[in-house]
Structure formats: structure tokens, C-alpha cells
């Protein structure tokens, strides 16, 4: 697990998850019907490159899945009460259902969502 410090990030190329902004996040909570899970992370973060290679791996199937940079979102972070990276926030119609901190999805939480 990682703690966030602005701007400490390395501009690695990471995992083609949909990134959004703070702005684009508070629409998607408004009218997403299906599960959202949000990605929290930080560019220098390993375990939160292992976290977006794992939700990237999932497609889009029963839940939108996207991810919000930390440095590039300080807002978000602290609108939705993130301190460590990564977090994992999963939504349904806009509220919070559970959180889930530090690396990589638990085998059992992909394979679920995988199958759902």
C-alpha cells in the first residue's frame, strides 16, 4: 500500500483502464445503474499498477470499472475520504457499498466478478 503525496508520481504507462475526472466520477455516481468500482491510484505505485492491471482484465461485463489518479485528482481523493493507494470504492446508484485498500483483488473478488 502506498500513501499519497501530490505530484510523486513516475508517468509510467500503465493498464488501459478508463480514466476519469473528479467531474466525470460524480456523473457516473449519479447514473450508473450497474456496480461501479473506482480506482484510486497513484502513477508511482506498484501495487496500484498490479490493482489496474487486474480490473483492466475484467471488461465491462456487470460493472463500469474506471480509475482516478490521485495526482491529477486531489479533489476526488479527499471528497471521497482516500488516504492509502491503492483503494478500490465499489458504488451502486451512487453510494458506497464497500472499500477495499492496498494491491492486488483477492482471487476470489475476480473470479466473481468475472462470472457475474
Sequence with gaps: MCRWRPGHGHGDREAELKEVSGEELRRLLAEEERLLLVAFWTPGCEPCRELRRDLDSLGGGVAEVVAVNADDEPEAVREHRVEDFPTLLFYKRGRELHRLKGG?????TLELLRSA
Design 104 to 108: 492486488a483483488l483477492p482471487a476470489s
